[in-house]
């Protein structure tokens, strides 16, 4: 027997951060033309069309030309404040000027109701255990030579974000937004009129309102279709994850702050967004009831369950299985990051990395004893007081636990293990796992990184290589396609649930297959190539292809396939000296990418294939 390896979608993101390296305090310089800037920049903020103030910045001694700048943010913006928070677009008027390649629009936060100066930085590594989030540290921001503050500098959800998570940039993508006016109803379905919906989502993609609707449609009138809308499991570590660390700006109370992008197996992933007031910064209930301190210690678990604004939380957690489920992710995050008290030792640290940088900050909105204190200890009173972040949790973390919910007996996992020790395409492997307390084991699996991780029933009945009946070694057997095999093991009880990996469905386990390695394209040749790159691709079965160019921005600059073919390999050519899909002029030297998307003939995007190849374009 192998035993498993262990995968995590956080291990691809921490290897390359690079300009959001907490570590690391980033430096910018805008210089405007206009002496006058700030009123500028209040007035096309007053405006509300969108429309930005060019000018140039120096990032960490990197010059940009023309690029584009506006105020953002609700409450944290003010025009009578010198430090507001900034939409900074670095491919304003230069296409392609990006930072590391990657990064084109900056999202810069001022730090307002937060004196710790921790609050989003924390938040957001804290997340990045469990699902897709972006990256987030500091920045020195200049403006004309006069040193406005630090900021904290967030990753935007763009296309090279979804690209890096998900594979893809083009399917349809939302913002979860409010209208003040209304009492949000949050993933209701209100009919098939996209109207009815726009107070509520704000389209990111170029279309995608029959997809959003058809999910809502779905996850309110089909339960038995859910999983196949949605990625379940990713909602449930965004519910745990809000309200664990009592985040009430956001889906589960005022009904924002968040995006839904649908992924390349037609299910919809909700991505965290905007974590400046966590850990209780932000204290209104919906409703209009303001909470105090020992409120939000003992804010309900299953907070709005009952609530019929709240679809985004009752549809699942009345489900008497993906309660448990929940339970057992909050619990994992309470292990991993405050009943041990890793949360607070990683506070100060954070702190000790911006220390110099607090202390210079002319317009910081706190003093720097609270900067000090708010770890550990309130700042202000009555309803401005912000809580501190370790008199939160440390209270929270104790009552969670003391929790009826949380008190019952979760089964055991312990080894995992597959048989035999090399897997080839189009055979079976076994999978076993012994589990102590359990009613029911599931093994989650997938042979495609995008794929959705298909449940199956595991047996100690002495019928399925797993030794003699209740024995706790649990057995099955699946057939084995093409790819590695991405799995998890999960396992209930009347009270309680477990899963091996801890943090699954986001970490998994992978069973390598020997010579199971199925590569769809292949890099193009020549390359580098200075008029056309021929590029190959292959199909395991009849499929529907499409190979698109993206330029390093995500645009697509050409389509060469876009149609059904049989099984086989295939040759097409990237002409670049022919020009863009839209400009029938020549495209300039440059990296592009070949990107192949597969899909099956027999329907199940759940087995889709898929390629990147680079390529270097000169003139």
């Known amino acids: 027997m192998s035993l498993p390896v262990l995968l995590s979608a956080s291990l691809l993101f921490a290897s390359g951060q690079g300009f959001y390296d907490i570590d690391h305090v980033n430096s910018i310089k805008i210089i405007f033309a206009d002496s006058n800037w700030d009123f500028i920049l209040d007035s096309l903020y007053a405006a509300g069309n969108g429309e930005r103030l060019m000018g140039t910045a120096i990032i960490n001694d990197v010059q940009y030309d023309s690029i584009g700048v506006k105020y953002k943010g609700q409450s944290s913006y003010h025009p009578s404040r010198v430090k507001n928070p900034l939409n900074i677009k670095l491919d304003y008027k230069i296409a392609g000027q990006l930072i590391d390649g990657c990064y084109g629009n900056l999202k810069l936060s001022n730090v307002y109701k937060d004196p710790s100066f921790v609050r989003e930085v924390l938040s957001y590594e804290i997340a990045r255990k469990y699902m897709p989030a972006g990256g987030a540290n500091y920045l020195n921001l200049f403006i004309n030579d006069t040193l406005i503050g630090l900021y904290v500098n967030d990753q935007d959800v763009d296309k090279y974000f979804l690209r890096t998570h998900f594979d893809s940039d083009e399917n ?8 003040l006016d209304t009492v949000p109803v949050v993933w209701g379905y209100s009919g098939p009129d996209s109207a009815n919906y726009m107070d509520n989502y704000e389209l990111q993609s170029d279309a995608g309102w029959s997809e ?3 999910f809502l449609y779905h996850y309110n009138t089909d339960p038995a279709a859910v999983e196949s809308v949605l990625t379940v499991d990713r909602l449930l ?22 995006y839904l992008y649908e992924n390349q197996a037609g299910q919809f992933t909700p991505i965290i967004w905007d974590l400046n007031e966590n850990f209780g910064a932000y204290r209104q209930l919906a409703g209009g009831t303001s909470l105090n301190l020992i409120q939000m210690q003992r804010l309900d678990p299953f907070l709005n369950i009952a609530n019929a604004n709240y679809p985004v ?15 057992a992710h909050m619990k994992t995050m309470i292990n991993d990051n405050f009943s041990n008290g890793w949360y607070a030792v990683r506070a100060l640290e954070i702190q000790g990395i911006i220390d110099t940088s607090v202390r210079a900050d002319p317009n910081k909105f706190y003093s720097y004893n609270d900067f000090i204190r708010n770890i550990n200890y309130s700042v202000g009173t009555g309803p401005q007081a912000i809580f501190g972040i370790a008199e939160l949790m440390n209270a929270r973390t104790t009552y969670l636990l003391g929790h009826a919910a949380f008190q019952g007996s979760a089964p055991i996992i312990s080894t995992i293990s597959h048989t035999p020790s090399k897997v080839y395409p189009n055979t079976n492997a076994w999978f076993f796992a012994d589990v102590d ?22 047996y100690d009945d002495g019928c399925h290589n797993d030794g003699a009946v209740g024995d706790g070694l649990y057995g ?19 009270i309680a649930a477990s899963f091996s990996p801890e943090r699954a469905e986001f970490e998994y386990y992978t069973m390598p297959l020997t010579g199971g390695k199925f590569v769809a394209l292949e890099t193009g040749s020549p390359n580098p190539f200075t008029t056309t790159s021929s590029i190959t691709y292959h199909l395991p079965c009849k499929s529907r292809a499409t190979l698109y160019i993206y330029d390093v921005n995500g645009r697509v600059v050409s389509k060469l396939v876009d149609e059904e073919k049989e099984a086989g390999s295939y040759r ?26 597969l899909f099956p003939s027999d329907g199940s995007r759940m087995t889709a294939y898929e390629g990147t190849a680079k390529l270097v374009y000169v003139q």
């Open 437 to 458: 307390s359990a009613d029911q084991v599931m093994l989650g699996y997938r042979q495609n990184a995008n794929g959705i991780f298909k449940k199956v029933t595991m």
């Open 212 to 214: 959003l609707i058809e």
């Open 237 to 258: 570590w965004l519910l745990a994850y809000e309200i664990l660390m009592v985040n009430l700006d956001s889906p589960v109370n005022t009904g924002q702050n968040y």
């Open 313 to 327: 939380i009752n549809k699942v957690l009345t489900d008497s299985a993906l309660k448990m489920m929940y339970v």
């Open 172 to 179: 349809a993508f939302f913002k979860g937004v409010i209208d």
């Open 476 to 494: 099955i057997s699946i057939p084995v396609g093409a790819g590695d095999i991405d799995y998890y093991v999960y396992a209930q009880n009347t």
């Open 572 to 597: 097409v050519y990237f002409n670049a000296g022919a020009g863009s899909l839209k400009q029938m002029t020549r495209l300039s030297s440059g990296i592009y990418f070949a990107r192949l998307n």
